[in-house]
Every structure is written in C-alpha cells, then in structure tokens.
C-alpha cells in the first residue's frame, strides 16, 4: 500500500510487489516501513467497486499499468488477480509466459490456479504482439 498524494489529499493505492520493491529502490520508504516522502511518481488505475465505492491501483511504470489493464481483459481475472500476477512476474514475463504458454509460470501467483492461467494464455495469445510492439520485451528479465 503506498499513499498518493494528489494536490494534498491522499489516496491510499494498492501496489504490486515489483512496484514496492522499485519504490524501495527509490528511497520512497524508511526501513520502518514508513513512507520517506519524496516524489515518485505512480500510474494509477481506478476500479470502481459496490464494497468500498472505489479502489486505486499504483504501478511504478506504464508498462505494468497496462499490463495490469490487460490481464483483466480475460474473463475471471480481477484486480487481485492481474496484482497477484504482477507481483511475481514482470510485464515482459508475462508476455514470454503467454507467448510460450507457460501455464505453470503464471499459476505461481496466489490464487491463480491452472485453468485461469491456461484461460490468461489462451485470450491474450492474439493481443500479446500488439503489448510488445509498443513497450518492447527486455529478453534479459
């Protein structure tokens, strides 16, 4: 969870643990766990939900915020799902995972069992290269 600051109001965001470990990185929290407050900047996402009225998802790169965006294209994976996902594997090895379809690599995230991860690879096969024409693929994650 990392606070938002938008004109001086704070939204509560929920991250990923790449997003975190990068923040981390940035000096953006103390080692109490505390945030240090500097600037970083985050590409949010918001859901609307019918428990908490809305939820705000932060991400340290674009590329995970559309890849966030896009795993929740395939019916079945919500928010919590497409986050599990991301914090486990990068956006370029979700790309690789799919394009190989790599089901045992993608049901590493908590809660996404076999047949999700076969559904992820299966509905995302044809809008993969579209992803990794705009953002590239680093081979080297």
Do not use: H, W
Request: charged share 20%.
């Amino acid at each position: 969870m990392a606070v938002v600051d938008c004109n001086g109001v704070g939204y509560a965001s929920v991250i990923s643990a790449t997003t975190y470990d990068k923040l981390i990185n940035a000096g953006a929290f103390l080692p109490s766990g505390e945030m240090a407050g500097i600037r970083v900047k985050l590409y949010t996402t918001v859901k609307i939900t019918d428990e908490t009225g809305f939820e705000v998802y932060g991400f340290y790169s674009r590329k995970e915020s559309v890849m966030f965006s896009l795993l929740q294209t395939v019916s079945g994976i919500g928010p919590k799902a497409a986050l599990a996902i991301l914090s486990v594997l990068s956006p370029d090895a979700v790309c690789t995972a799919v394009r190989q379809d790599d089901i045992r690599l993608i049901s590493k995230a908590q809660g996404v069992g076999q047949k999700a991860a076969q559904k992820i690879c299966i509905d995302l096969k044809n809008n993969i290269d579209s992803f990794i024409l705009e953002f590239g693929l680093d081979e080297a994650e």
